[in-house]
Structures are given as structure tokens and as C-alpha cells.
């Protein structure tokens, strides 16, 4: 099993809580199937259940111990799973495209990717989350680029910017505008700054996020990676 496969498939308590409460009659011990198929995990974590009055055993069925308190604990148990599952499953997405150009450096415009991941499925929060997560580990830097706004028209807009254009790109597109007008009665001249994320996971975190993405989410690796080569070859024809 790959690691990621790992870290999202369910630990052997959540995976008899789950059961549980799919069947509150009750169930053969025998009949709870546990990703990595181990009896060793399972029987353990009957065990701890039994001993911490959660469950009741008998001749090889278990059952949820009588009374609601049981259950209600049983619900808390898979949401909180849930939880923790979705937010690897957002940090593989969110690293996968931070990192998807594997061969270069990449500035990704932290609202598209942000865009991506909710139409796919992500909620925002836990984008927030995983982002605030890898930026306090150092494995993201933020970084503004400014555009040009003449007459409600921005420049030209790259979402994916490989960072060894970098100079380039700010070159042409980041000159401020003297007080804010053309000088010659044209229209107005603004500034407005975009945030980029540009990625600095160790090697193993970005082959495990991009392999996540090559088995789950295709289209949005090739998305990047083809916008990304979309600006390599803007600069070198112009």
C-alpha cells in the first residue's frame, strides 16, 4: 500500500465505530474488514473498546454498548476521522499543485489554485488550514506581483509562473505608474498586487503529493503543468 494510501484509509477504531453504527443490532467481529486486513489491529482495538465500556463482546458479535452515550461518542469518533482525512487529502491536492512542474520551480496564483481545488470538491477552510499549516513549517513563501490597471484592463495574467522567469515577468509587468496617470489624458493608471505561493517542500513531501495527483487527479496536474509551459513559451516567442 503507498503511503498516502496509508494515511487516508480508515485506523482499525473509526473502522469499528463506522460498522457500528452502519449496524447497531450488532455484528460478527469476523465481519469488520480493516484496510490492511489485519486481525492483530482488529482484535486490539475490540479490546481497548470493550475495556473502555464502549462496546459489549459476546460468542464473537459485537454490538455498541446500550444507551446513547455509546453512539453519540461512536459519531464523534468517524467525524473526527473525517476531518483529519479530508485535511490530508486537501494537503495533497494543495501541495501536488505547488509542486506539479517537478522539474522547475513554480509561482502558483494562491486564488487559482484556490478556485481549482473548490470546484473539484475542497472546501475552503481547510485550503486555509493546510496553507497556514505548510506556511508555519516554512514549506510555502508568499509572494506579490503587482499588475498594471489602464482604463479597468489588467495585463496580461499568468496564473503559473516558473520562478526561473521570475525577473522577467516583474520586469515587464511590475513598473509602477508615476501618480497614477498616464500624463497624457489617457486613462487612469493603477496598481493592484496578487499573491503567489511558490513551493519549498522537501523532495519526498512533493513525489508524495504528485503521485497522489497522478492517481487521483489527473487533470488537474496536466492543467498546471500545461498553463506553467504556457508563459516558457510566451516570453521565448515575444
Excluded at 481547510?126 to 499549516?133: D, F, I
Aim: aromatic letters at 8%; glycine letters at 8%; charged letters at 25%.
Amino acid at each position: 500500500m503507498s503511503t498516502f494510501a496509508m494515511l487516508l484509509s480508515m485506523p482499525a477504531v473509526p473502522a469499528i465505530m463506522a460498522a457500528l453504527i452502519e449496524n447497531p443490532e450488532g455484528m460478527e467481529e469476523s465481519s469488520i474488514a480493516l484496510v490492511a486486513n489485519d486481525a492483530g489491529r482488529l482484535e486490539e482495538a475490540l479490546s481497548t473498546l470493550a475495556r473502555r465500556g464502549l462496546i459489549v463482546r459476546h460468542a464473537g458479535r459485537v454490538s455498541l454498548r446500550p444507551g446513547g452515550q455509546a453512539l453519540e461518542l461512536a459519531r464523534k469518533i468517524v467525524a473526527a476521522f473525517e476531518e483529519l482525512r479530508s485535511l490530508t487529502e486537501a494537503s495533497f491536492m494543495m501541495r501536488g499543485i505547488l509542486t506539479a512542474t517537478e522539474y522547475y520551480r513554480c509561482l502558483v496564483h494562491r486564488d487559482t489554485m484556490f478556485a481549482i481545488l473548490t470546484e473539484d470538491g475542497t472546501g475552503r477552510d481547510q485550503l486555509e488550514k493546510v496553507l497556514t499549516a505548510d506556511e508555519g513549517q516554512g514549506y510555502i513563501e508568499n509572494v506579490d506581483i503587482a499588475y498594471r490597471v489602464r482604463g479597468g484592463l489588467k495585463e496580461k495574467f499568468f496564473p503559473f509562473i516558473p520562478h526561473h522567469h521570475y525577473d522577467d515577468f516583474v520586469f515587464m509587468h511590475s513598473r509602477d505608474p508615476q501618480g497614477g496617470q498616464t500624463g497624457t489624458g489617457g486613462p487612469a493608471i493603477s496598481v493592484v498586487k496578487e499573491r503567489y505561493l511558490l513551493a519549498n517542500h522537501p523532495p519526498s513531501l512533493a513525489e508524495q503529493a504528485r503521485r497522489y495527483m497522478r492517481e487521483n487527479k489527473p487533470h488537474i496536474l496536466s492543467r498546471v503543468r500545461n498553463e506553467a509551459f504556457d508563459i516558457i513559451w510566451w516570453y521565448d516567442r515575444y
